[in-house]
């Protein structure tokens, strides 16, 4: 189906959501609902820190679940050689 969790970006310092899922799956509200159990538990155990995601930019439909979870568009990264959109929970 898929997975997602929280990861430290490559460099160590900031703390990520991230999710993909098999095609399959898409569209069916499995993203927002598994990230809204990630932002409970984040926001459980480290209140005080900021959460990012980053994305693709041509995966719009990542984007808008990042937009629907309380996250912004920060900036442009290229992360592991690949440029990415880096988002920021509100």
């Known amino acids: 189906m898929g997975d997602s969790g929280l990861f430290y970006l490559p460099d160590g310092k900031r703390i990520e959501l991230g999710f993909r899922l098999a095609k399959a799956y898409w569209g069916q509200g499995y ?29 719009l439909r990542s984007q808008r679940v990042l937009e629907k979870l309380g996250f912004d568009c920060s900036h442009k990264e290229t992360i592991l050689g690949m440029p990415m959109l880096i988002y920021r929970r509100r």
């Open 31 to 59: 993203a927002i609902e598994v990230g809204r159990a990630w932002l409970e538990w984040f926001d459980t155990h480290h209140p005080a820190e900021p959460l990012f995601a980053d994305v693709h930019p041509d995966h």
